[in-house]
T-cell receptor
């Protein structure tokens, strides 16, 4: 069982470039989410989805777009990369429901914006 | 101010010793509290979950406590091992209006276990 798969593992962008971070899960989880982790700070929620076709903003959504066309995939798009978006990005999924289900995390994408 | 505060920020202990990590939160309305372990370069992995009515829960050498009145939780690690070296993150989930659940992460406690 692959769990949550994130690609790429590392990425370097120039300011103004756009790109998509991929996230896929094979556990048939309804809930998927994206976080960024910066040194000295807790993980912060960017966007989340409670099911296919449904997305909502988290704590730090500006500069990022998401869509959820299938249960399995939840890509994160950076529209115009900025140095402030240099971070480690984690995708996570859970069975959703009553909010007690644990999050399963991918292994992360380290993004540097020059 | 972060809604989930963890202490200490970092901790160094010798192999075989016990330690306790603290988590104070102001997140409301409270749904549950989880402790996650994050190894360097990996995503966090859940250790325990505490709901409002639970005071203590164990998972092997890890024991979590919750005092919902004072909004405090602790994670006690017994007989530490070198593999316990990691960041331990307290995550408090609240129920958002509309029915979705939003987790709030603490900054983590970095634990180093020396031989």
């Amino acid at each position: 069982n692959a769990g949550v798969t994130q690609t790429p593992k590392f990425q370097v962008l120039k300011t103004g470039q756009s790109m998509t971070l991929q996230c896929a899960q094979d556990m048939n989880h309804e809930y998927m989410s994206w976080y960024r982790q910066d040194p000295g700070m807790g993980l912060r929620l960017i966007h989340y989805s409670v099911g296919a076709g449904i997305t909502d903003q988290g704590e730090v959504p500006n500069g990022y777009n998401v869509s959820r066309s299938t249960t399995e995939d939840f890509p994160l798009r950076l529209l115009s990369a900025a140095p402030s978006q240099t971070s480690v990005y984690f995708c996570a999924s859970s069975a959703g429901g009553e909010g007690h289900e644990k999050l399963f995390f991918g292994s992360g994408t380290q993004l540097s914006v020059l | 101010k972060n809604q989930v505060e963890q202490s200490p920020q970092s901790l160094i202990i010798l192999e075989g010793k016990n330690c306790t990590l603290q988590c104070n939160y102001t997140v409301s309305p409270f749904s549950n509290l989880r402790w996650y372990k994050q190894d360097t370069g990996r995503g966090p992995v859940s250790l325990t979950i505490m709901t409002f009515s639970e005071n203590t829960k164990s998972n092997g050498r890890y024991t979590a406590t919750l005092d919902a009145d004072t909004k405090q939780s602790s994670l006690h690690i017994t007989a530490s091992q070198l593999s316990d070296s990691a960041s331990y993150i307290c995550v408090v989930t609240k129920r958002k209006s509309g029915g979705s659940y939003i987790p709030t992460f603490g900054r983590g406690t970095s634990l180093i276990v020396h031989p």
